[in-house]
């Protein structure tokens, strides 16, 4: 199984741009306000620096994914125990990928429709899709869908300008300072961090190397562009105090389109193509933890035998997560960015860099 540059980086721009453009602003608004998008050039640069680490990390090891070469680095016993906390974070990003999908889908559209067809449909395509194309299909989905993405986006933020008011962005650092908007800054960072897949996709491209490191960093740079310019027209349209209540407030400024009496309802759009990002984002989690765990097991040829098990053991806890209906603050603040962010994004892939350069070094 072989994707090209083009492909991964694609894969990245709809991984980093999809859940975060609609989840992230809400919880950054509220700390940063109109400051909130000094978070994102904050959560940007964090970003790429994650992405550096886990590349640079990777290209040491091309030909091998997460689970082999921190065997590599650490031997047996230490190299499968630190890859643990990566397939939990993957079960747990999977689980809540479901919930904002259906969240999102029920909001929107389907207001009476039970939550386990939501999340059963969804899981049925992805599983179906994962098991008969690979990463290929995958591949194949980013290239195709991800011009669309980036020309619907461009649309919307060209269609959205006479909305804009530019003193709502004013005044600028002086009702918040470093600490409201290095704490706005987190959730933004904790899911452009999420790159650190790249770790289990690394092998797969066609000539992993420099060129592939390159593409990765670009996607997480054009996709942090993006997110910058969504956050900065959320404020300039709704303003701090506004854009702070709303669950999805990018998707409410798109259904604020209206141009010469027929171009309006852009929020179809932004919907179809969110979908695709969920699927993209979604299938690349299920491919990398079905993987990856039968790599875990040492039987890494009967990886389509544990997407039986993935997509089971990510269905309950996707509806687990659904009928508890915890506080959107705990599952992204006391979970996610108290321990994914520093421990599997930052602490992990940084350790195995130092150990992989000492132990180079060496030889």
């Not at 400024?253 to 979604?282: G, R, S, T």
Request: aromatic share 12%; with cysteine; glycine share 8%.
């Amino acid at each position: 199984m072989k994707i090209s540059n083009r492909q991964l980086f694609w894969m990245i721009m709809m991984l980093e741009i999809g859940i975060n453009l609609l989840v992230s602003m809400t919880a950054t608004i509220r700390y940063a306000r109109q400051d909130a998008w000094i978070s994102y050039l904050l959560a940007g640069a964090a970003g790429i620096v994650i992405t550096w680490i886990a590349a640079k990390l990777s290209s040491r090891y091309p030909r091998q994914t997460l689970m082999e070469f921190s065997v590599t680095i650490l031997g047996r016993w230490a190299g499968k125990l630190i890859v643990i906390p990566f397939i939990l974070q993957w079960f747990w990003a999977m689980s809540l990928i479901l919930r904002d999908e259906f969240l999102f889908i029920r909001l929107s559209v389907l207001y009476k429709t039970p939550d386990w067809v939501v999340i059963g449909t969804m899981i049925g395509i992805v599983f179906y899709t994962v098991h008969r194309g690979g990463i290929i299909a995958i591949g194949r989905v980013s290239e195709l869908w991800g011009p669309i993405l980036m020309l619907i986006l461009v649309l919307t933020f060209v269609l959205t300008v006479n909305n804009l008011n530019w003193p709502m962005l004013l005044p600028v650092y002086a009702d918040t300072g470093p600490a409201l908007i290095m704490e706005g800054a987190l959730a933004p960072v904790s899911l452009l961090g999420e790159s650190i897949l790249l770790m289990m996709l690394f092998p797969f491209a066609e000539n992993p190397g420099k060129a592939t490191r390159m593409v990765l960093l670009l996607g997480v740079a054009i996709s942090s562009i993006f997110l910058l310019l969504g956050i900065l027209w959320v404020i300039m349209t709704f303003g701090p105090a506004v854009g702070g209540r709303l669950q999805f407030p990018f998707f409410e400024m798109v259904k604020l389109v209206y141009l010469m009496e027929f171009i309006q309802n852009m929020d179809i759009f932004v919907m179809a193509v969110w979908l695709v990002c969920i699927f993209v984002k979604l299938s690349i989690c299920v491919f990398v933890t079905s993987y990856g765990l039968a790599q875990w097991a040492g039987k890494t040829r009967s990886w389509k035998k544990l997407l039986w098990i993935v997509a089971a053991l990510t269905f309950g806890l996707a509806m687990l997560v659904i009928r508890l209906n915890p506080p959107a603050g705990v599952l992204l603040k006391g979970v996610w960015i108290r321990y994914v962010l520093p421990v599997n994004m930052i602490a992990i892939p940084l350790f195995l860099l130092i150990v992989s350069s000492i132990r180079g070094s060496r030889q």
